[in-house]
């Protein structure tokens, strides 16, 4: 990265979330820098989903301001949304098509024409590893493959701001080491925010670091700070354990 500030392509400010009377997202409010890759942590139930899903305006906050790449999610949400790519926890695929066929399919819903698709397809083909089984049966792939296909449809307009949820979930170890390779990849062109329980996923591709527990953002830093947080040099997760311990 260069010496210049960076471009904020996702701002969030003072975001709230109720479920009847209970409030499970408190006053979030967080940045998100071109070239950078943020990683979301805390335990079950500490609001990371929720939150993604705000960030992607699949559920709306009870308070507070979402503005992607300046456009505000709330107020201009086609045009806002445009600029973001998302993988849910649960990968949204349809398992009876064909890996080209199913990214065809997610290329011509962001609005691209049959050319425009066809080399989207290819290059988000080629960034996700998926040459080599273009024609076969989504249903038919690993789990590991049909992250990959998740992921693609997700970059596959070339989105400024990618949200990836557990991106890792289940996977073997060598299908983790080869997704995050591919979130570092993504680093490298857009920004990137993704939740994870996995410590060593923080450590090997994120820039920065939030920790969220119920429902509040207690920790904003980068991973190295986090890394020697407390005095205890290159123990993440003892250190990650140590704070939300003591902000219980």
Known sequence: M???????TLSVRNLTRRFG?????????????RGEVLGLLGHNGAGKSTTLQMLTGCLLPNGGEIEICGIDLLRQPALA??????????????????VNDYLTFAAR?????????AAALAQAKQRCGLEAVGKE????????YQQRVGIAQ??????????????????DPSQIRDIRNLIRELGNRSSVIF????????????DRVHIMQEGRLIYDDTTAALASYGGEPGHLEENFIRLTETQR
């Open 81 to 98: 949304k445009a600029h973001i790519g998302y993988l849910p926890e649960t990968p949204p695929l349809y398992r009876e098509l064909s």
């Open 195 to 206: 939740s994870t329980h996995l410590l060593g996923e923080v450590e090997s591709v994120c």
């Open 137 to 144: 049966i989504i249903g038919t792939l690993s789990k590991g």
């Open 154 to 171: 997700a970059i596959i307009h070339s989105p400024d701001v990618i949200v990836l949820d557990e991106p890792t979930i289940g996977l």
């Open 2 to 8: 260069s010496g210049a500030t960076p471009e904020i």
């Open 109 to 117: 819903l962001r609005g691209m024409k049959r050319g425009e698709a």
């Open 21 to 33: 009377n209970r409030q499970v997202i408190h006053d979030l409010s967080l940045e998100l820098k």
